[in-house]
């Protein structure tokens, strides 16, 4: 059985920082490209950053310079290192898990919630 387990969400104020995991099981991890997706309320579910088994990473422009993605492959894990925090990026936060060969799996989100 799959499950990918999403945990660090909260509640921060403006220009804080959240550490996201994403604790992946039930499948062959470096198979898989990891990613972090948000939806907010009343907007379609967006790409914030994706990683590679070989660490090559994308993030939205939206997130640049303050988000990093990482994973630990011994672990099973995937990261998302949120700083500078903004109201805007209050969301719900899913990670993913895709490969072309096994499938697509997700994640039941946690929540961010960034004050101003």
């Known amino acids: 059985q799959v499950q990918l387990v999403e945990s660090g969400g909260g509640l921060v104020q403006r220009g804080g920082f959240l550490r996201l995991s994403c604790a992946a099981s039930?499948?062959?991890?470096?198979?898989?490209?990891m990613a972090w997706y948000r939806q907010a309320p009343g907007k379609q579910r967006e790409l914030v950053a994706n990683?590679?088994?070989?660490?090559?990473?994308n993030l939205a422009d939206s997130v640049k310079g303050r988000f990093t993605i990482s994973r630990d492959n011994a672990k099973n894990t995937v990261y998302l290192q949120m700083e500078s925090l903004e109201p805007e990026d209050t969301a719900l936060y899913y990670c993913?898990?895709?490969?072309?060969?096994?499938?697509?799996?997700w994640g039941q989100g946690t929540q961010v919630t960034v004050s101003s």
């Open positions: 039930g499948i062959t991890f470096h198979d898989y490209i």
């Open positions: 993913k898990a895709e490969s072309i060969w096994r499938g697509t799996f």
């Open positions: 990683i590679t088994f070989a660490t090559n990473s």
